[in-house]
């Protein structure tokens, strides 16, 4: 069974950067398309960017030339560096794992994790 678990997460301030870590456990890592995923209060749970196992990515428009997705198949992890974040992306961010379409399960989240952006 897949677990994710997330960090990274924190109080920063308009304009500053902080690195999410979501470490995969639980079968091969390398196999899974991985994304990150964010919910701002009130609001529907939105994609905010995937890597696939071959490591394409792709980003919603939002994250587009801020934000960067990367992946670590010896460490079993997934990192997203947000830079110039601004108050919109305040949110709890969360790490989702799809699996290879010959695994018949379902997809995987981990607890997420709160960005908050304020001065």
């Known amino acids: 069974q897949v677990q994710l678990v997330e960090s990274g997460g924190g109080l920063v301030q308009p304009g500053g950067s902080l690195r999410l870590s979501c470490a995969f456990s639980?079968?091969?890592?390398?196999?899974?398309?991985m994304g990150w995923y964010r919910q701002a209060p009130g609001k529907q749970r939105e994609l905010v960017a995937v890597?696939?196992?071959?490591?394409?990515?792709n980003y919603a428009d939002s994250a587009k030339g801020r934000f960067t997705i990367s992946r670590d198949n010896a460490k079993n992890i997934i990192t997203l560096q947000m830079n110039r974040l601004q108050p919109e992306d305040t949110a709890v961010y969360y790490c989702?794992?799809?699996?290879?379409?010959?695994?018949?399960?379902?997809?995987?989240w981990g607890q997420g994790t709160q960005v908050t952006v304020s001065s």
């Open positions: 890597i696939k196992s071959g490591g394409r990515t």
């Open positions: 639980g079968s091969i890592f390398s196999t899974y398309d």
């Open positions: 989702r794992a799809d699996p290879p379409p010959w695994k018949i399960v379902e997809s995987s």
